[in-house]
């Protein structure tokens, strides 16, 4: 026998006292197959098969990027010192990386000094705008 897939029920029926079970296992069931329509083209099979993962970390470490480890001062453990100021060096290296410059010096003052230029027209008066204009000189007689 084929299976029969259930009669739509109406609004009037789910509405009424007895159907309340019924009307919320309905609406659970139109939510799913929405949801499934709408995320049918992002999620895989692989996620559907291995279920819900959940990562956790219990420090809060990496999040505010915090100090890990043990800490010394003033020579009281000196191998200690000695690891902080590798770490110390690592970081350094690779904010100078980082630091990598798009625009070099003399680019950035160009482009500052036309900025600082139209700044300049934006602000002048009427007066100041119209003394810039050249004026028309007449050819010399030979």
């Keep these: 026998m ?11 029926l789910l509405d009424m006292k007895f159907m309340k079970k019924t009307k919320e296992r309905v609406e659970k069931e139109e939510d799913d ?26 420090s809060i470490v990496g999040c505010k990027d915090l100090i890990e480890g043990r800490l010394s ?14 770490e110390y060096a690592k970081k350094l290296d690779e904010a100078e990386k980082r630091k990598e410059k798009d625009v070099t010096d003399t680019e950035m003052a160009k482009g500052y000094s036309t900025l600082v230029d139209t700044m300049d027209k934006k602000f ?7 003394t810039n204009k050249k004026k028309f000189l007449k050819p010399a007689d030979y």
């Design 33 to 58: 197959a929405e949801g499934q329509a709408m995320y049918s083209s992002e999620i895989t099979e692989e996620m559907k098969q291995s279920g819900n993962i959940n990562f956790s970390q219990v």
């Design 73 to 86: 001062f003033k020579g009281m453990n000196p191998e200690i010192e000695k690891l902080m100021n590798d």
């Design 124 to 130: 002048q008066n009427k007066k100041q705008r119209n």
């Design 2 to 12: 084929e299976e029969r897939k259930h009669a739509k029920l109406s609004k009037g």
